[in-house]
């Protein structure tokens, strides 16, 4: 795909762009095109919704180095995609930009998109072989022991800030509690402390120390594989090395990093994103202290309005196809982009509209990719969010809501701080530490404040049925299956990418 055959589609309506000489032009890359990067992409929003307006449900725009993109901005137009595997792919080997050698060795999205060998980047068998093992070792966990766990660790957090009458959310809460949780899941509880969430942050960041924060995660979890493997244990470590996959160590400690870093990411921006919201609109706050609004529906809502990963780098096409009336190339890129896709107006054409627990959003992707994880990243913030207000009723904003400040980049928007306080509680006990015992199956449906409602399958949405739904709700989705570079030259890049530097 190159920027030229974008306009060559015929679709692609340049006439609505700025006339020639307009001010607005100055930020446009070749062939008039919109850049994800730099100046106009500081409020991605804004820009989405002019791309929207200019091309429709995909829209064509440039990554860094003006390498050329679709943007997937249409609710529908993203689930065909990550649902037809058939005509899009994860694996990145095809895109064309990378075999024309415009994409260098050196571009800021390389350690992203460069292909690695775990089931994110996989297809067809491969897929199958590396997912089942991910699937089959979190199908072990027992949902009432997790529940417990993050319950603990709610107390543990809270006790640390509740005698102070102020604390930052983010800091203190959100970034720590997905970690502990997860280091419970992969069997390393004692690795969990300051120094891992430190490290976390501090490589999602991209800072100067994030290449040493990454080894410091990669060792941790290289010496978990290597104890697991040699005396197995009841975690989902043990079992990602005994499935019958036969995963290599590589791929174990591969794939324990993608769980560990993508669970905790997404999961604690979610966890901070929910909080925000309960202290910040009046709505929820009204409807919590009511009883109307549930914990768990205030998390969907949140998955709706601020999905977690706002774009996932990407799809490409297998073979030339269409795609929201553009003409779409074989070797295209695309980005799957919720963020967008959540907001389509076909789809939602009041956003002030309570979407009260419907769940039908784009957060946990779609297809053969779906997250397997999203009944842990659900139960985190439900959890999370339901102890907190049981411990601290009387907590609210120490700011004003504008001065609050998130930093953004295409695949994420995370919120620096969010500042509260509350008249100082006494700490409490702390239960006993509960065993994560296994079981056959997990669980499929969870409930925090209020009986959660029955799963049943989600029908495909079409835009129409889908706008229907933000008046009738929908049922909810089957809890999906358990629903849940290392090239260091090229890590810093990436960081600076992921962080929109
Ligand atoms: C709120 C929390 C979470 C969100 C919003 C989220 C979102 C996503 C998204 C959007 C995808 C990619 C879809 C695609 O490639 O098309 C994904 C994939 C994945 N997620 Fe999550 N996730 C969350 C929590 C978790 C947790 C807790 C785990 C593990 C315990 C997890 C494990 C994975 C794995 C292994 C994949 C790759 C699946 C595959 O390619 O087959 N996620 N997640």
Redesign the pocket.
């Known amino acids: 795909m190159t920027p030229e055959s974008h306009s060559a589609t015929g679709t692609d309506d340049l006439s609505v762009s700025p006339p020639p000489g307009c001010p607005a032009h100055n930020n446009l890359g070749p062939g008039g095109l919109h850049r994800l990067y730099g100046p106009e992409a500081q409020d991605l929003g804004a820009l989405y919704e002019k791309l929207r307006t200019e091309h429709g449900a995909v829209a064509p725009v440039l990554l860094h180095d003006d390498v050329p993109m679709w943007v997937v901005l249409g609710h529908a137009e993203n689930l065909h995609m990550?649902r037809s595997p058939s005509q899009f792919t994860?694996d990145s080997r095809i895109w064309r930009p990378l075999l024309e050698g415009m994409v260098k060795p050196d571009h800021p999205l390389m350690p992203h998109i460069a292909w690695q060998p775990i089931?994110?980047h996989a297809e067809g068998d491969e897929?199958l072989r590396l997912?089942g093992a991910?699937t089959g070792a979190?199908t072990t966990i027992d949902f009432r022991g997790l529940r417990r766990h993050i319950t603990r660790y709610t107390q543990i957090l809270v006790n640390r800030f509740c005698e102070a009458g102020e604390a930052d959310l983010v800091s203190q809460y959100a970034d720590h509690l997905p970690m502990a949780v997860?280091c419970e899941?992969l069997g390393m509880p004692d690795e969990y402390g300051d120094r891992i969430v430190h490290a976390a942050r501090d490589m999602l960041k991209g800072t100067e120390t994030a290449i040493a924060s990454n080894q410091y995660i990669v060792d941790a979890l290289g010496r978990l594989a290597a104890k697991r493997r040699a005396h197995p244990e009841e975690d989902f470590t043990s079992h990602l090395v005994t499935h019958p996959a036969g995963l290599t160590d590589d791929e174990v400690r591969e794939h324990l990093r993608?769980?560990l870093i993508?669970?905790y990411e997404?999961?604690a921006n979610?966890l901070a994103n929910v909080l925000r919201t309960v202290l910040t609109d009046p709505r929820f706050r009204a409807q919590l202290n009511g009883g109307q609004m549930t914990v768990p529906e205030a998390v969907e809502q949140s998955?709706w309005d601020e999905?977690?990963?706002s774009a996932?780098f990407a799809y490409f096409a297998k073979q030339e196809t269409e795609l929201g009336g553009q003409r779409i190339h074989k070797g295209d890129g695309l980005l799957?982009a919720?963020a967008p896709g959540n907001v389509d107006p076909r789809v939602r054409p009041d956003l002030t509209a309570n979407m009260q627990g419907n769940r039908s959003h784009l957060?946990?992707?779609g297809?053969?990719?779906?997250?397997?994880?999203?009944d842990?990243?659900?139960a985190i913030?439900d959890i999370g969010v339901d102890a907190l207000l049981m411990r601290l009723p009387d907590v609210e904003l120490d700011c004003d809501e504008e001065d609050l400040n998130w930093s953004e980049s295409i695949s994420s928007r995370h919120l620096v701080e969010l500042p509260v306080r509350f008249d100082p509680k006494p700490p409490q006990d702390v239960m006993e530490k509960p065993g994560l015992q296994t079981v056959p199956r997990q669980r499929s449906t969870w409930q925090v404040s209020t009986p959660a409602p029955e799963s049943a399958p989600l029908p495909e949405a079409s835009p129409e049925q889908a706008a229907t739904a933000t008046a009738a709700p929908q049922q909810p989705a089957p809890a999906a299956e358990p629903a849940?570079t290392r090239r260091l030259g090229v890590w810093k890049r990436f960081l600076r990418w992921w962080r929109g530097y």
């Open positions: 990550v994860r089931c994110s897929h997912r991910v979190l997860m899941i993608v769980v993508a669970a997404a999961t979610l998955l999905p977690p990963f996932v799957f919720p957060a946990f992707g297809g053969p990719h779906e997250c397997p994880g999203q842990i990243g659900r913030a849940i």
